[in-house]
Structures are given as structure tokens and as C-alpha cells.
């Protein structure tokens, strides 16, 4: 996710108008402090004061962060929407001189996301006949031009535009998200498709399918910038056919898919969440980094691999439109989950059914999955505007009481939380459909169709721990970093060491705010210290009796949840708001209370372990 970067000046002619008479057009606002020149008139937000501010012909309109809800609007339409291009809009002026508007940071490309801030210049349409008025919006989210007519359509209502984008302003959504949003549920059809008119037909037929879908929804999201993971793909088949089986394809495969996908994050990155091609691009790496080792373990005696190795291991050789199908099966590709390569050429070959030479009876199981996302996608929705992170940086929640704003931040934790929770169920229930879900039976012979769970729902929602947490969400991709960074890391000996420098990849991975750096290692430090007050409370026999009283445990599970949340919350924060100024003012705003709680808690917890574990208990955990 990288620094913020200013946009560069536009030098691409924009549409025009003929020049139209009429009287002058009155927005309300006051002047933006951000407006260099005295006489142009400036929109500032968030607050919006009601004072008329008349723009004459040929005035300059300034917008500093400005906001899709609310905007002003004026009193006069324009004529329709002329044209458009990837991420720039034509629209009539206000009858005087041509004014070019670049934006100066990137909208939120989230649900629910609000654009940062605008800014003129003046200039004339290249090419133009003299005189003739146009206004042209940038937006800094390369395709993302939801946002910008949203704003526009408030400045000129009459404007018109794609269905989506109307769709995306009047749900208060950014077109991005939309389009994400559309293809994850487009998954449904496609596995209907392939379920009826490609189960067990030739492989070749299969990956071609999974291949060019996945392709088109990447080009639909992300347009001509889909050639980034086209590019990865094919260099690492490469790497497999040149390197082979070696240890040095494994860290050039490393080395090269981490560098892309942070020089992705350095070059695009806004100090907001961005939905471009490096989202579903973080997906693809760790797809690919697998691809590598388990290739590489297919090549070592198999008697040297443990168990979950021989598993994943790949004995044959893949071809290109193997890696391809792998890499773009189109319910995993934008937002996981992650499989491995042998699982899904079991898929392909139709071996991924409980009722062998037929089509997996996992219709209901889908269903359900979806249902369950449906369910969190319209509580988001509904919720979302009135519980954001951007209430965490204004001067209201500065001023509300100590106990307010940690509960405010408890309730947000998990709150922001959902987004995810939605896009992992729907894509599972995608999985399930086509197959890739199906994980063999049980003991009592019931259907498994967890492979592709990156959810436990149950226990996301009831559990008091943080590891509870851990293990219920994201599942697969921290199964990926458990099989393929943490269990590698053996040879250092040390459990703590090998813990540390998997979350550091996963910081990594995530971007290069330092927001992510500062949520993981929360992680890893509550983690530290649930583990020892367990040991504590475990091994002592007075808290382990007190800890038993079976009147008090709604009390404790209440306190426990109390204290996860918070300090779930807390970590979020950092993961949320990506840059230090951020998440530094609203950790100041609570005086730093997680690293203070469990710093604190760390250095005293081994002297009440001293203390309260009488000496034979602790000789009988040595033995």
C-alpha cells in the first residue's frame, strides 16, 4: 500500500461544450483553505455552512476535500454526459474559461467510500475553439470513475452516466467497489455453467474456461491493467521450466513475485484502501510462491517430506495452461480463498465429488454459504455509514468521554470486520458449487465442503480468545503462511523467532503502511500474553478453582470479550487507517491503552506465574 503520491497533471484534451449565456450558477460553502488564489471559491469538507457563494463566468471552482454526501449543488443543469474515458470525465463548465481539475489524494475505494480532496488549475481545451468551456475530474484510483460522477452528479444533476455508476452513488459506493462486488457474485453463474456443460470434459477445455473467466473479470475490474498478473503468470511457468526443481527457483520465485507485488503497492498506493490491480494481486503471489515449493518438494525423496509435504507436493510437471486455470479460477482469483495446485487438478479431473462420476450434490451447501454472506453484506450496508474509521480522526470523538471512545472503538472493531467476512463466505459458496470446496467425509460419513473455508462463522462470533479469532478468520491464508513460512522456518530453533517473521511477511504482504506493521505486531504481542495469563490461570490452583465457579462464567466470558474486542479494535485501527499520522492521533486520543495493557502485562505476568504456581506444579510441567 506505499506512500501517497500526488497525481501528475493531465495533459489530455477534454471534452467541450459550446459556450452558453445565462446567469451564474450558486453553490453553498465557504472558501477552501486550501485554494491558493484569493478570487477563485472554494468547497471545503466535511462541513458544509449554508452561505450562497455566486460563481460568475469564468470563475474558478476549487474543491478540497470534498465528499460525495453532501455536496453542493447547482441551481443549473448541464447538458449530457458527452463522453469518457478509463478515469476522466467531460463536463460542461460554468460558460467561461476551461478548468482542469486534478485530484490530490485517492478515494476510498471501499463501500461506502468518500473521495479526499480536489483542486483546480486553469487552462483551455487543447485544440478547442477559443473560449470554449470544459471541467475535467480526475480521479487518483486508476478506472475508478464511481466516485467522480457521484461528486459531479451534485454539482451537475443532469449529467448522465452508467448504470453503475448510478447504482454505485445511490448506494454511497464507489464504482470499484461495485464492480468487485458483481464479479465476486458473478462466480455463481460461471460454476453453474461448468457444473452442467464442462464437468468431466477434457482438461484442456476446463482450464481454458477457468483461464479466460478469470481473465475477463480482471479486465472488467481493473481494464488494460489486467497485464500485471498476466505477466507474473507466465514468468513463473517460466521459472519452473528453466530452474526446475531447485531451491534457487524457490527464492528467485520469492524474491521476484514479493518485489512486483511491493513495487505494485510503492506506485499505487493512496493513504486510503484502494481497490486496484494489486488487491487481487496479493492473492495471486501467494499462489505462485506456493506453486514454487510445493514443485520443488515434488523433486525430493519422498520419504524426506512429512506428511502435509507429500500432499502438496507436485509430481508432474505443469503446463502453461495449467498455471494459468490455477491461476484465474474465477472464484478465488479476486479475493482468495487459497488452494494448492494439486487440489485443484483434482477439480479438473473430477475427482472433487461425493458421488464418484457424477456432479457434487453441493447445491444447498452453496446456497447456504451465499445466504450467510447476504446476511452480512445487508447488515454492512446498513450499518456502515453510521459506524466508519473516519469518526476515529475527527475532533467529536476527541471530545467524547475516555469510556465512549473505547467503546466506540470496541463496537467498530468488529463492525469493520464484516467486509471481509461477506467476500469469503460468497466466494465460498462459489468453491462449494463448483466442486473445489469438497474436502472428503467424515467418520459418520457426512460430506465435508470446508476446503475452501476461509471462515468459521461460529466461532468468529462467540469466541473470548484473540487466537480463538485468529483461527476462525482467513483461514486459508493462514494456513498458507502456517505450511509454507512459519514450518520452513524450523531450522531456527526457535518457536517466537519463526512466529515473528511469519507475521512480518504478512505485514509485508498486506502493503507498505506502516499501519500493517504496527497491527501485526499487536498480534503477535497479545498472543504472547494470552498464552502466558493461560499458563497462569491453568497451572495455578487457586485462580484454576476461581476460573471453575460455574456462577460466574457468563462474568468472565463478558469481561473476556470485553477485552478481545477492545483490543481487536485497537490493532484495527493501525490495519485501517494505514498511515502513522492516522492511527498515531487515535492511539493518543486513548493514551496508547493497548501497548500499555499488555506490555505491562507481559513483563508481570512470569512474576505472578512465580508467585501463584506452587514448585511441584512446575516440576510436573517440566516432566
Not at 116 to 134: D, E, I, N, V
Not at 185 to 196: E, K, T, V
Not at 309 to 333: D, H, N, R, T
Request: net charge positive; proline share 6%; with cysteine.
Amino acid at each position: 500500500m506505499g506512500r501517497q503520491r500526488a497525481s501528475r497533471p493531465d495533459t489530455r484534451p477534454t471534452h467541450s461544450f459550446p459556450e452558453r449565456s445565462g446567469p451564474s450558477c450558486t453553490v453553498t460553502s465557504p472558501r477552501a483553505p486550501a485554494c491558493s488564489n484569493s478570487s477563485w471559491v472554494g468547497i471545503a469538507s466535511p462541513a458544509l455552512p449554508a452561505r450562497p457563494v455566486s460563481l460568475l463566468h469564468g470563475s474558478h471552482l476549487c474543491l478540497t476535500n470534498a465528499r460525495p454526501r453532501p455536496l453542493p449543488t447547482l441551481l443549473r443543469s448541464a447538458p449530457p454526459l458527452a463522453g469518457w474515458t478509463n478515469n476522466r470525465v467531460g463536463l460542461e463548465a460554468l460558460g467561461g474559461p476551461a478548468a482542469n481539475a486534478h485530484a490530490v489524494g485517492g478515494p476510498p475505494a471501499g463501500i461506502g467510500g468518500e473521495a479526499t480532496a480536489f483542486c483546480p488549475h486553469s487552462g483551455r481545451r487543447a485544440g478547442g475553439p477559443r473560449g470554449a468551456p470544459a471541467v475535467k475530474m480526475a480521479s487518483t484510483a486508476d478506472g475508478d470513475v464511481g466516485e467522480t460522477l457521484g461528486q459531479m452528479r451534485g454539482l451537475w444533476p443532469g449529467v448522465e452516466d452508467l448504470s453503475l455508476n448510478k447504482l454505485a452513488t445511490s448506494l454511497g459506493a464507489s464504482e470499484q467497489a461495485l464492480r468487485l462486488i458483481f464479479s465476486i457474485f458473478l462466480g455463481y453463474p460461471l460454476a453453474l455453467f461448468y457444473r452442467h456443460y464442462l464437468f468431466y470434459k477434457d482438461s484442456y477445455l476446463i482450464h481454458l474456461f477457468h483461464a479466460f473467466s478469470g481473465l475477463s473479470i480482471a479486465y472488467f475490474n481493473f481494464g488494460h491493467q489486467f497485464y500485471h498478473s498476466l505477466l507474473c503468470v507466465v514468468l513463473q511457468f517460466l521459472i519452473l521450466r528453466l530452474m526446475g526443481r531447485t531451491i534457487t527457483a524457490v527464492f528467485t520465485t520469492l524474491c521476484f513475485q514479493m518485489a512486483y507485488l511491493l513495487a505494485g503497492y510503492y506506485y499505487t498506493a493512496t493513504g486510503d484502501y484502494d481497490i486496484k490491480w494489486t488487491m487481487p494481486h496479493c492473492v495471486l503471489t501467494l499462489k505462485l510462491i506456493g506453486l514454487s515449493i510445493d514443485y520443488y518438494d515434488g523433486g525430493k525423496d519422498r520419504n524426506s517430506l512429512s506428511s502435509e509435504q507429500q500432499k502438496y507436493a507436485i509430481l508432474g510437471v505443469p503446463s502453461l495452461l495449467e498455471v494459468a486455470g490455477f491461476s484465474y479460477f474465477y472464484g478465488a482469483f479476486l479475493v482468495g480463498p487459497q488452494f494448492s495446485m494439486n487440489h485443484y487438478m483434482k477439480l479438473v479431473k473430477g475427482q472433487l465429488t461425493d458421488v464418484p462420476g457424477k456432479m457434487p450434490n453441493s447445491t444447498i451447501p452453496a446456497l447456504k454459504r451465499l445466504s450467510l454472506g447476504l446476511v452480512y453484506l445487508v447488515g454492512y450496508t446498513l450499518l456502515s455509514p453510521h459506524i466508519t474509521e473516519d469518526y476515529l480522526l475527527t475532533e467529536d470523538y476527541d471530545t467524547r468521554p475516555f469510556w465512549f471512545r473505547c467503546m466506540y472503538m470496541l463496537i467498530w472493531g468488529k463492525f469493520v470486520l464484516y467486509k471481509y467476512v461477506t467476500c469469503w463466505l460468497v466466494t465460498e459458496g462459489v468453491c462449494i458449487l463448483s466442486g473445489l470446496g469438497f474436502n472428503g467425509f467424515e467418520e459418520n460419513g457426512t460430506v465435508k465442503w470446508d476446503a475452501c473455508a476461509n471462515m468459521k462463522v461460529w466461532l468468529f462470533e462467540t469466541t473470548p480468545r484473540f487466537t480463538g479469532t485468529i483461527a476462525s478468520f482467513n483461514i486459508n491464508t493462514n494456513a498458507w503462511v502456517a505450511r509454507y513460512i512459519f514450518k520452513r522456518l524450523k531450522f531456527l530453533g526457535n518457536k517466537e523467532l519463526s512466529q515473528g517473521l511469519s507475521l512480518l511477511f504478512l505485514a509485508l504482504w498486506h502493503g507498505l503502511h506502516s499501519g500493517y506493521l504496527i497491527c501485526f505486531q499487536m498480534e503477535f504481542l497479545i498472543v504472547i500474553v494470552e498464552k502466558q495469563a493461560t499458563n497462569l490461570i491453568r497451572d495455578s490452583p487457586a485462580l484454576s478453582s476461581l476460573a471453575s465457579i460455574t456462577a460466574l462464567q457468563p462474568f468472565y466470558y463478558l469481561v473476556q470479550q470485553t477485552i478481545h474486542w477492545l483490543f481487536m479494535g485497537y490493532s484495527m485501527t493501525a490495519f485501517c487507517l494505514f498511515t502513522w499520522d492516522k492511527w498515531l492521533k487515535v492511539y493518543r486520543s486513548i493514551y496508547f491503552l493497548g501497548h500499555v495493557f499488555f506490555l505491562s502485562l507481559l513483563f508481570t505476568l512470569p512474576y505472578v506465574y512465580k508467585a501463584m504456581v506452587p514448585r511441584k506444579e512446575k516440576l510436573k510441567k517440566r516432566e
